[in-house]
């Protein structure tokens, strides 16, 4: 309470993005109760994006508060984060830059909706668009926090809101069977590391990211064992959250059985989330301060490159088997996922300092490559009626431009140039090699490698299979725009890396937005 009387109107400020979801969604709850049920519910989609806008506006604002620009050198300055609540909230660029990521990957996923939600298919439109705004809220909250608390609320939100939303398709076998497995293995997980977390409250009596850091670097010696507990515990928990083998069962049912866009949402913006505080927490509790010293860490950094594997080898090859498209590209974000884990595990120092940049450029990369693709399939998907990869056949002939945009969006998938995919996959294996963790490279490379056979599976579909070319392809503005504005910033990435490299590394600084103070 203390921490809350604390808060002025200028902290208030601060929390302008996320004070803005929260109005808006209040507003399209009253929106769509005060409305008539034979008003179309469309309206709350586009009201729902102004509202995601606004709040990018505000965290583009906190961005340019935290790195003033310097007048001499026309270069901007990384400024000390802003910390509320009694250190429970922190306004830096690691969440800020997040923050931008969950709600760009928001407003894609409420743009590609409109048009293809059906009444037949989901009964309560108006809750299925503003239900994104609180889950984007879950995830903004869990980007800035600073604190096992906080952190948790966030988690809880997040998860709670995609239970709702993967469970929309009321009449739906596979939808009610996905979303009672996502409760069910969702609870299971938020209870591991909830567990995790009690573990480090235990040890040192604070809730505080930093603080457990000093506890435990100055008793490690009566603690050890209970830490390694604690790690195991939060990394399994975490694991489940990015759908990360071996702990990724959930993910093709669930994928499978939710209406697409909020498959979309789940492979981007939730998994974007697991990833933000699985950076934040790890280093901050296991990486940092006289942690680095002990045992633990070359343990901490191990377990994580060794799950890296793991999802990169299970997903790769068990996509190979897949035809229905959403659970091969389930199975492609579990590989992905193992993807963005190697810069967690892959050492920082003096030879190696660019392990956020390398993970958030693939994570944008990822963000517009994944979404684009699946827009892509809604599209054809509503056309033919059909799941599988088949429902592509002969794509060129029907749709040349939606065909060769797919093209674009698989390349960068694939990790093939020019696309930011390419560069994404380059600038880890990169740092990788700079650690000198060949086998980890070698995974890397030889599951990249394998990933080109269904991923060109899918273009050989499009252009070598002619037999279903009658078969017109129908799609509404909201998905054609959703899908070139994917496929142009994946172009953009790869034929310009270096300066969303060069933005990143300008803003974030590992001192003042990655260290919990």
């Known amino acids: 309470m203390e921490a809350f009387e604390r808060l002025t109107a200028g902290d208030i400020v601060h929390l302008a993005p996320e004070l803005t ?15 008539p049920r034979r008003v179309s519910r469309t309206m709350l989609g586009w009201l729902a994006i102004a509202g995601v806008v606004v709040a990018a506006a505000f965290v583009i604002g906190d961005i340019r508060a935290l790195n003033p620009l310097n007048e001499s050198t026309q270069t901007a300055e990384s400024a000390a984060a802003t910390v509320l609540l009694g250190g429970s909230w922190r306004i830096d660029d690691f969440a800020n830059l997040f923050k931008l990521l969950f709600l760009a990957g928001t407003a894609l996923v409420l743009l590609m909706s409109i048009g293809h939600v059906r009444e037949e298919e989901i009964p309560h439109k108006g809750e299925f668009y503003y239900l994104f705004l609180p889950a984007t809220i879950g995830a903004m909250v869990m980007a800035s926090s600073g604190d096992l608390i906080t952190l948790y609320v966030g988690l809880e939100l997040l998860s709670i809101t995609s239970y709702v939303l ?81 702990f990724h069962m959930w993910a093709p049912d669930v994928y499978q059985g939710a209406p697409t866009p909020v498959t979309a949402y789940l492979a981007v913006v939730s998994k974007a989330a697991g990833f933000a505080i699985t950076f934040r927490v790890l280093y901050s509790v296991f990486g940092l301060g006289g942690l680095r010293e002990t045992n633990l860490h070359p343990d901490v950094l191990l377990s994580i490159m060794v799950l890296a594997a793991a999802a990169m080898i299970v997903g790769n090859f068990v996509a190979l088997r897949q035809r229905n498209m959403k659970r091969l590209l389930a199975y492609s974000g579990i590989a992905n996922a193992g993807y963005l884990l190697v810069p967690i595990g892959t050492e920082f120092g003096i030879v190696h300092y660019s392990n956020f940049t390398e993970m958030f450029f693939y994570m944008i990369a990822y963000l517009f490559m994944n979404i684009g693709a699946i827009a892509v399939y809604m599209i054809v998907s509503e056309s033919t009626q059909s799941e599988n990869m088949s429902a592509f056949a002969g794509l060129y002939y029907r749709a040349p431009a939606t065909a060769a945009a797919m093209v674009v969006l698989l390349l960068s998938l694939a990790g093939l140039p020019v696309t930011g995919g390419f560069f994404g996959k380059l600038y880890i294996l990169l740092g990788t090699l700079q650690v000198h963790q060949y086998w980890l490279a070698a995974v890397m490379i030889g599951t990249s490698v394998i990933s080109f056979y269904y991923y060109f599976s899918i273009i050989r579909q499009m252009f070598m299979r002619s037999e279903a070319s009658d078969t017109p392809i129908r799609s509404s503005v909201t998905a054609q725009i959703t899908v070139w504005a994917c496929t142009a910033v994946t172009l953009a990435t790869g034929f310009f890396p270096h300066v969303v490299l060069r933005y990143i590394e300008s803003i974030f600084s590992i001192t003042n937005d990655l260290f919990i103070q």
Request: hydrophobic share 55%; aromatic share 14%.
């Open 21 to 35: 979801l929260v109005i808006f969604a209040v507003l399209l709850t009253l929106v769509d109760l005060i409305l």
């Open 166 to 246: 993967v469970g929309m398709r009321k009449r739906s076998y596979a939808s009610n069977e996905g979303a009672f497995k996502y409760v069910v293995m969702g609870g299971i997980s938020s209870a591991i590391i909830l567990y995790g977390m009690s573990f480090l409250y235990g040890m040192s009596g604070s809730t505080h990211l930093g603080e457990i850091n000093q506890a435990l670097s100055s008793g490690y010696a009566s603690f050890e064992p209970l830490i390694y507990v604690s790690f195991f515990l939060l990394l399994a928990g975490f694991a489940f959250k990015i759908a990360a083998a071996p």
